[in-house]
Nanobody, 116 residues
Framework: QVQLVESGGDLVQPGGSLRLSCAAS????????MSWYRQAPGKERELVAH????????NYADSVKGRFTISRDNAKNMVYLQMNSLKLEDTAVYYC?????????WGQGTQVTVSS
């Protein structure tokens, strides 16, 4: 059974950094694209970035380009999101995602709050 578990969310001041982690299990992780999405209160869920099975990162949201980096460790079945220079508008629940056979699988989310 596909399982995605996010961790690392925290309260952080503007300009600070966080690294989110997603532990994946129940599928051959290294062959699948992984993604981070986020959803702020009252807003639609939005794509943050994809990372392909090749390790190439794609489709960073314009709002995070140059500040966030998605990466993966296939030996550990982990995907990460390094977030630097955090802004108030980065406040959201961050979700790990994979898509298999046209179906999306989601983790439970981890809360990131950027506040002064």
């Amino acid at each position: 059974q596909v399982q995605l578990v996010e961790s690392g969310g925290d309260l952080v001041q503007p300009g600070g950094s966080l690294r989110l982690s997603c532990a994946a299990s129940g599928f051959p992780f290294r062959y699948y694209r992984m993604s981070w999405y986020r959803q702020a209160p009252g807003k639609e869920r939005e794509l943050v970035a994809h990372i392909l099975s090749s390790g190439e990162s794609t489709n960073y949201a314009d709002s995070v380009k140059g500040r966030f980096t998605i990466s993966r460790d296939n030996a550990k079945n982990m995907v990460y999101l390094q977030m630097n220079s955090l802004k108030l508008e980065d406040t959201a629940v961050y979700y790990c995602n994979t898509r298999q056979w046209g179906r999306n699988y989601w983790g439970q989310g981890t809360q990131v709050t950027v506040s002064s």
